[in-house]
Each structure stands twice: as structure tokens, then as C-alpha cells.
């Protein structure tokens, strides 16, 4: 045991110093053509729609996770025996009936508030497919499953044919884990964790069984539903113990070669769909197109792509009495994102009938209606410093006009004055409150003072930010 331990320690120490190393490397940009005007695409698009949406959802609880063997609060289980509940929790599939799914309104939404594209759970760590795949039958299309006598009944087709039609993006997120099957989970062994629950190297053939099972299942999504944008991968920890960072490495206490053959996948998928973005979450490297930040904004400009998601309300999946932010925080998080170069790829999780929560709803029209007047802001833009001073953030449009929003508190009334330090337009410029006219602006020392009519200030063009533009 203890020789053991020696060698444990030994191989972590030495993953550590590679990693370390690995991670002070540049981001690998991408050089298919087709691939790099996807990506001009994305970075113009800035703001997407996330869904995370399973059986799950009619107990409320937190997504896929608390079937996942670990002493983690946010993923307790509702019972003290593990396999009782597992099994209840996957028997799930024999209620789950969203007789009230319609995603026609859930684009259209989407739209309204000014969204690019949307991201959807086909299949989130539990295995439970929201496709119609042939490799399992643990999927809402199971004549098991009584939603599978809707016509709608494979929701990921028609979740993406809703939001194609109203002109969004599609990306497929897919979990490269999988708990359900039993060549991950093996079924004579118990799950320890969350990763595979034998040695990959001790049983290639299962193994190498699991990886087929992934590749088959992406290329299904890649062929059968029409024209997809990003394959959005989770489960970071399904990667080559060469791939392992210090991050990674505190998910697990078992370094296990869980290598799927990205290679291999992103190939077939790429042939299939041209151009297309793939995401392999926080496996850095040559199939991570952009990083993917969970639930925080950096605190400056990233010197590679990147997507910033987060949640609507306070947890991924629908749970019973979430608290959603407020419209004003929203919007400022979207402008500090862009100010800073990044996507802001914002979720919702759709409830057990099939539908949003009305506040939901109320958020995405609010965000909408602020992004009719500033929109030009936001979408195209690229970072400029100095990207934030105080409550101003700043944005450049690709004629070299600059944007300036003042991120105003809750119902403060526009300000007769912006001062700026850091901040100069060049000489000349003319200034335009967006939704409101002319304004005038002077220099001051290195910054500038800009100055708003008080007919703004009786009739501002729209609430929870203002925006200057410089032109």
C-alpha cells in the first residue's frame, strides 16, 4: 500500500509540473478556414441561450448530479440508500411527459431579446437522451417514456428546427461522461465518482466499447438534425491523462486514461457539418475553440475566445421556487462581457411540463426591449480600452466607432454628466445617445465630461444602461 501511495504521489507531482507548463502555453487557435469564419460568427453574435432540460426536471433537483457517488452538498440525494434512489431517479423516464413543450415560443423569445444562438442539453451526465438515438433506449423517444407518442416527442430536432427558423445559431451541448451506460459505469463494479468506474487501461475493450458509444452518438446529432454551429462538449474530465491540468486534477483522487478519440470525433463531425466550433470544455488544446468560464466574468480581456455561461437563476436545471436576477443585473452582465471580449451564453431551465417560468419569460422581453435601442453596441463589437472605468464600459464597432454605457443602479435617473478620466474621444468626434439624440462632450486633462439634455433626463431612451457613441 504504501509503494502504492509512493507512486501515486510521484505520477501526480510529475502531471502537475507538465500541466502547470501545458497551461502557460498560448491558446491554440484554429486554422480550417471554415472553422475560422464560424468563429468570426460567434464572436460577433455575443449573446446565446443555454437550456439544460431532462427528466430531472420533475423533481426539481439539481441536473444529472445527485446520482454521482460524491460528499458534495449541492448534489445530496433525497434518500439514504444510493441505489434505491438511483434506480427511482432513473424510472423517471416512465412519468416524464412535457405535454406543454412548444418550442416555437421559446425561440421566439430567444429572439426577442436579442439572442444569436442557442445551446441545448442532448444529453446531460445522467445519459438520459433528449434525442432519438439508437444506441440506448434511455432517451424521451422510449416507448417506455410516454411523452414518445407526441409528435414532438424527439426534442432536440425539434428544438433546433424551432430557433434555425427564427435565425439563431445551433449548438448541440453533448456530456462526453455518460452514467447510464453500462461500459462507463459498469455494472459489476460501484460508482465511486463521477468518472468511469474501472481502469480504461486495464479493460481496453470495454473501454474502447464506451468510446464508439460517444462517436456514434455525436455523429447522429451531426447527420439527422439539419445544420449545427457549435458541438459544445461537458464533462472535462473524460480526457487523455495526458490532457490533465491542476484544475482537473481536483475533480478526481484517480488519474484514469479516459481518452475518447477526440481526434477521431471532431474529424467525423467536421466532415459532416464544415466549420463546425467544437468545445471540449476546459481540455485545453487543439479541439477547444473558445473556454468556457462557469458563472463568472473575468476581471479583464482574455487573450483568446471566450464564453462566459451562467445562470438565468440560481441553479442550471428547473427547481421549484428559483430566484431569477433582476433585468438591470442581466444586461450588466452582458456589457461587461463584451466590454471584456467575451459571449455571454445565458441559461434557462424549462420546467417538467415543458414551458419557462413566467419570469423567464418577463427577463428575455425586458432584455429585448433594451437591446432594440443598443444593440449596435453590442453585437460586432470588440474590446477598447480601457474596457471599464467605474460604471462606464467601453466597446469598439468594427468602423472604429467607440461605445461608452453607463451601467446605471437600480431606477437611477440618467445623470446630467459623465465623467470620464481614462477616456478620451479623438478630436472632432460627434457624441449620440443611442435612442436620444445628440449630446455634447469637452475634454478633461486625459478624460472628458459628457454632457445630457435635460430632455434625456425627463425621456431616457430606455432603462438599466445608457450608451454614448463616439464617432
Given amino acids: 500500500m504504501k509503494k502504492y501511495l509512493l507512486t501515486f504521489a510521484f505520477m501526480l507531482v510529475g502531471l502537475c509540473t507538465g500541466v502547470f507548463a501545458q497551461e502557460e502555453q498560448s491558446f491554440v487557435k484554429e486554422t480550417d478556414p471554415a472553422v475560422v469564419k464560424k468563429m468570426d460568427w460567434w464572436q460577433d453574435v455575443k449573446f446565446g441561450l443555454l437550456m439544460h432540460w431532462g427528466s430531472y426536471s420533475q423533481w426539481g433537483v439539481v441536473e444529472s448530479w445527485s446520482i454521482c457517488p460524491e460528499d458534495e452538498g449541492w448534489c445530496a440525494r433525497s434518500l439514504p440508500d444510493y441505489n434505491e434512489y438511483r434506480r427511482r431517479y432513473e424510472g423517471l423516464k416512465y412519468s416524464f411527459n412535457p405535454v406543454r413543450f412548444n418550442p416555437d415560443k421559446w425561440a421566439a423569445a430567444a429572439k426577442d431579446a436579442g439572442m444569436k444562438y442557442v445551446v441545448f442539453t442532448t444529453k446531460h451526465h445522467d445519459g438520459f437522451c433528449m434525442f432519438d438515438t439508437k444506441y440506448t433506449d434511455y432517451k424521451i423517444t422510449s416507448l417506455e417514456t410516454p411523452f414518445h407518442k407526441n409528435p414532438k416527442a424527439n426534442i432536440a430536432k425539434e428544438i433546433f428546427s424551432s430557433f434555425r427558423r427564427e435565425g439563431l445559431g445551433i449548438g448541440a451541448y453533448f456530456s462526453k461522461p455518460d452514467w447510464h451506460s453500462p461500459d462507463y459505469w459498469a455494472p459489476e463494479f460501484p460508482p465511486l465518482d463521477r468518472n468511469v468506474n ?60 479516459q481518452d475518447i478519440n477526440m481526434a477521431g470525433i471532431a474529424g467525423m463531425a467536421r466532415k ?149 478620466e481614462n477616456f478620451q474621444p479623438k478630436s472632432g468626434a460627434v457624441a449620440k445617445l443611442l435612442g436620444g439624440g445628440k449630446v455634447s462632450w469637452k475634454a478633461n486633462g486625459k478624460g472628458c465630461v459628457i454632457t445630457l439634455p435635460a430632455s434625456v433626463k425627463k425621456n431616457p431612451p430606455c432603462q438599466h444602461a445608457w450608451v454614448v457613441m463616439f464617432n
Fill in 198 to 257: 474501472y481502469d480504461p487501461e486495464k479493460y481496453p475493450e470495454r473501454w474502447k466499447k464506451f468510446a464508439q458509444f460517444t462517436y456514434n452518438q455525436i455523429e447522429e446529432l451531426m447527420t439527422g438534425y439539419g445544420s449545427v454551429d457549435i458541438l459544445w462538449l461537458d464533462g472535462g474530465w473524460v480526457r487523455p491523462t495526458k490532457s490533465q491540468t491542476p484544475e482537473s486534477l481536483t475533480w478526481t483522487k484517480r488519474i484514469l486514461n
Fill in 272 to 420: 459532416l457539418q464544415p466549420g463546425l466550433i467544437v468545445v471540449d470544455r476546459s481540455v485545453h488544446g487543439q479541439f477547444e475553440n473558445y473556454r468556457t468560464p462557469e458563472q463568472q466574468v473575468p476581471d479583464k480581456p482574455l487573450p483568446y475566445y471566450w464564453e462566459t455561461c451562467m445562470t438565468m437563476a440560481n441553479s442550471w436545471s428547473w427547481t421549484y421556487n428559483d430566484k431569477y436576477k433582476p433585468t438591470n443585473k442581466i444586461i450588466h452582465l452582458l456589457i461587461d462581457i463584451v466590454s471584456k471580449g467575451g459571449n455571454f451564453l445565458l441559461n434557462i431551465g424549462p420546467d417538467p411540463t415543458g414551458d419557462l417560468d413566467d419570469t423567464a419569460y418577463s427577463r428575455l422581453h425586458e432584455i429585448g426591449e433594451w437591446m432594440k435601442v443598443n444593440s449596435q453596441a453590442i453585437y460586432g463589437s470588440r474590446p477598447v480600452e480601457p474596457y471599464k472605468e467605474g460604471k462606464v464600459c467601453f466597446t469598439q464597432g468594427k468602423k472604429g466607432e467607440v461605445f461608452a454605457f453607463y451601467l446605471a443602479d437600480e431606477n437611477e435617473a440618467v445623470p446630467s454628466e459623465i465623467k470620464l
